[in-house]
């Protein structure tokens, strides 16, 4: 374990430099957006015609990128008489609605996507290749953006995706929590973060150690699971998406840690349904010690709701590495959009370079030095988040066809066994067994 920093910048080592070498490696792993309060969409004209408008789904950050990304749009329509109808919804809510959306046959133009559900969406017939539009393309350039980045939003040899900018999760720690209860030293494993969230429930009856949001698969995998599982080197499917791994030794003593907290009451009972976003505010009123959750909130959350003094880090796990659910996200096009050629011509005016940091919390898929992400991460709290992704970033399941069934029965049988319904063994048990019925051999 290492000692706890104190609030002084200059205690604190500073964040890494974002070499060609170190990106190349973030970018090699797998959402991550921000989840945040839903804000209401742009306003369109009810009279415009379908080559007049165009429609995109996109997730809300925070206020203030609203506010840039709705000028892009508002100039887009001065420049071109298009107008842009803008759907904002909020990350938990995010997952259905782009199935909902992409399986009635009427989805929007455009939507920022997640590349990891690619698999199922193409095998299903709802997206469209962009490769013919990249290649036409004088304002898209492949060889500014990651190669790796490429990779995550191509299937079967054609690109469904063009890539945006890439997430990871850490863990954040109360500062002043931390000192009240003159805990000492911050966790550096797993099995130390857990053995930190029960002192602090010990010491403080009246707070959490730790917590994590249970509602939805999304949130829970991201959120919850993964930030666990993968430092203990466990996995839900094989790495060729064909075996479930999901009843193994290393899964048993993931889902131990979260038993032992839920037990003890060291983690908030509203977690269990509830989102990241729901849960924020108790970390923000300084209930809760310690959460897991993406780098965007250091700047588009947590200046807002507190608390006053906090700090990152990351743990390895059983075998001495770093993990961290990592992704890179995109906007993609619809098979069955209406204005294909109106949704391609939205997303070259929106990743010009002097419109896409309107859309960017996280470090773009463009090359390091790319002038969005030259001076965009200055602060040594990033640093813990660098480190893990560059040594430990992974997909959180392996994109495959059954990735959304897979992710619901993870979180039934995840809440099955935190309840007390099952126990570890058998939910695990069950669990891998339904997961196995969604692989393909």
């Known amino acids: 374990m290492k ?30 957006a921000a989840a945040v309060p839903a804000l209401r969409p742009a306003s369109t004209s009810a009279a415009a015609s379908p080559s007049k408008t165009v429609s995109i789904l996109d997730v809300p950050i925070n206020d203030d990128l609203t506010k840039q990304a ?27 609605k782009v199935i909902t959306l992409l399986n009635s046959g009427a989805p929007p133009d455009t939507y920022w996507a997640d590349p990891a559900k690619y698999p199922e969406y193409v095998e299903k017939g709802w997206l469209e290749p962009l490769d013919d539009y990249i290649a036409g393309s004088k304002v898209i350039k492949k060889d500014e953006f990651l190669p790796t980045a490429w990779e995550k939003v191509t299937y079967k040899g054609k ?35 857990k053995q930190t969230a029960l002192e602090v429930k010990s010491k403080d009856p009246s707070l959490f150690g730790y917590m994590w949001p249970m509602k939805t698969p999304d949130t829970w995998m991201f959120e919850g699971l993964a930030p666990i599982m993968l430092p203990n080197e466990a996995a839900v499917v094989s790495a060729d998406g064909t075996r479930s791994t ?7 003593e993931t889902y131990q840690f979260f038993v032992d907290i839920w037990k003890a009451k060291a983690a908030p009972e509203q977690g269990m349904a509830s989102t990241n976003q729901d849960l924020y505010p ?26 006053d003094h906090y700090n990152t880090f990351v743990v390895k796990g059983r075998g001495g590495h770093y993990g961290t659910p990592m992704s ?54 990033y640093k813990p988040f660098f480190l893990a992704a560059q040594e430990g970033g992974k997909w959180w399941i392996t994109p495959n066809p059954g990735i959304t069934d897979q992710m619901r029965i993870v979180l039934e049988t995840s809440q099955a066994i935190v309840l007390g319904q099952k126990t570890i063994p058998q939910g695990l048990a069950d669990g891998a067994a339904a997961i196995q019925k969604t692989l393909k051999s």
């Not at 000692?3 to 797998?30: D, F, H, M, Y």
């Not at 420049?79 to 809510?93: F, K, L, M």
């Not at 945006?164 to 954040?172: E, I, L, N, P």
Request: aromatic share 10%; proline share 9%; charged share 20%.
């Open 159 to 193: 690109i469904y995706g063009l890539p945006k900018d890439w997430s990871v999760r850490g863990a954040y720690y109360n500062e002043d929590l931390f000192n009240k209860l003159k805990i000492t030293k911050v966790p550096e494993t797993v099995e130390e973060l």
């Open 328 to 381: 890179v996200s995109a906007f993609s096009i619809p098979a069955q959009a209406k204005n294909k050629d109106g949704a391609w011509a939205l997303l070259e005016w929106m990743y010009r370079p002097e419109n896409i940091t309107a859309f960017l919390v996280n470090p773009s898929a463009r090359k390091p030095d790319a002038p969005e992400n030259a001076t965009r991460f200055t602060d040594p709290r």
């Open 70 to 96: 709705d000028g892009v749009f508002s100039k887009y329509t001065q420049t071109t008489g298009i107008q842009v109808q803008v759907d904002r919804v909020p990350y938990p809510e995010w997952p259905d």
């Open 3 to 32: 000692r706890v920093r104190g609030t002084s910048k200059n205690a604190i080592p500073s964040t890494p430099s974002l070499t060609r070498r170190r990106v190349l490696a973030l970018a090699a792993g797998a959402l991550g």
């Open 246 to 252: 999901f009843n193994s030794p290393a899964m048993a």
């Open 282 to 307: 108790l970390f923000g009123g300084s209930k809760v010690a310690m959460m897991q959750t993406g780098f965007f909130v250091i700047k588009a959350i947590l200046p807002k709701i507190g608390p």
